[in-house]
Antibody, heavy 116, light 106 residues
Framework: EVQLVESGGGLVQPGGSLRLSCAAS????????MTWVRQAPGKGLECVANIKYDGSEKYYVDSVKGRFTISRDNAQNSLSLEMNNLGADDTAVYFC?????????WGQGTLVTVSS | DIQMTQSPSSLSASVGDRVTITCRASQNIRNYLNWYQQTPGKVPKLLLY???TLQSGVPSRFSGSGSGTDFSLTISSLETEDFATYYCQQNLSAPLTFGGGTKVDI
């Protein structure tokens, strides 16, 4: 059974940093692109970043370029999102999702709240 | 980035109704278009990919059409469990982008 479990969310002050993790199991992690998608409260979906199966390609939405870094550890079947200089607009539930072109499997998400 | 615009943003319907949601891309995306359904408190569920290919397990009352810049999702006969928010997503180029969503309620 495919499982994706996010962790690391929480309350952080504006300008702060947070590192999200996603533990993957039930599939061959090292052959899939992985994606972080976020959803602000009551709002729509936004692909934040994705990473190729070997980590050699990474893409970011413009609003997070230079602040967020996606990475993966295929030996540990884990995906990470390092988030710096956080602002109120980054408040959202962050999901990790398997795949690049479409996402069948999603984690349950971790809530990031940016507030003073 | 490619912009995706959905319409309407919300609609009211009844069980048994035929419902159509449209999605427009800011540039030609050929058929690189997915549709998702999200109910409150749940993660999105993939309905269709390639604009018109039904994901395994999705009921046949859902169908998709279109290519280029204009796409549509049709639910032929609305059922209770279909009251949800629907999102289109282009997957021609990174970063993948979603439409703003269409909420279907009673």
């Amino acid at each position: 059974e495919v499982q994706l479990v996010e962790s690391g969310g929480g309350l952080v002050q504006p300008g702060g940093s947070l590192r999200l993790s996603c533990a993957a199991s039930g599939f061959s992690f090292n052959i899939y692109w992985m994606t972080w998608v976020r959803q602000a409260p009551g709002k729509g979906l936004e692909c934040v970043a994705n990473i190729k199966y070997d980590g050699s390609e990474k893409y970011y939405v413009d609003s997070v370029k230079g602040r967020f870094t996606i990475s993966r550890d295929n030996a540990q079947n884990s995906l990470s999102l390092e988030m710096n200089n956080l602002g109120a607009d980054d408040t959202a539930v962050y999901f990790c999702a398997r795949g690049r072109n479409y996402h069948i499997f999603w984690g349950q998400g971790t809530l990031v709240t940016v507030s003073s | 980035d490619i912009q995706m615009t959905q319409s309407p943003s919300s609609l009211s319907a009844s069980v048994g109704d035929r419902v159509t949601i449209t999605c427009r891309a800011s540039q030609n995306i050929r058929n690189y278009l997915n549709w998702y359904q999200q109910t409150p408190g749940k993660v999105p569920k993939l309905l269709l990919y390639g604009a018109s290919t039904l994901q395994s397990g999705v009921p046949s009352r859902f169908s998709g059409s279109g290519s280029g810049t204009d796409f549509s999702l049709t639910i032929s006969s609305l059922e209770t469990e279909d009251f949800a928010t629907y999102y289109c997503q282009q997957n021609l180029s990174a970063p993948l982008t979603f439409g703003g969503g269409t909420k279907v309620d009673i």
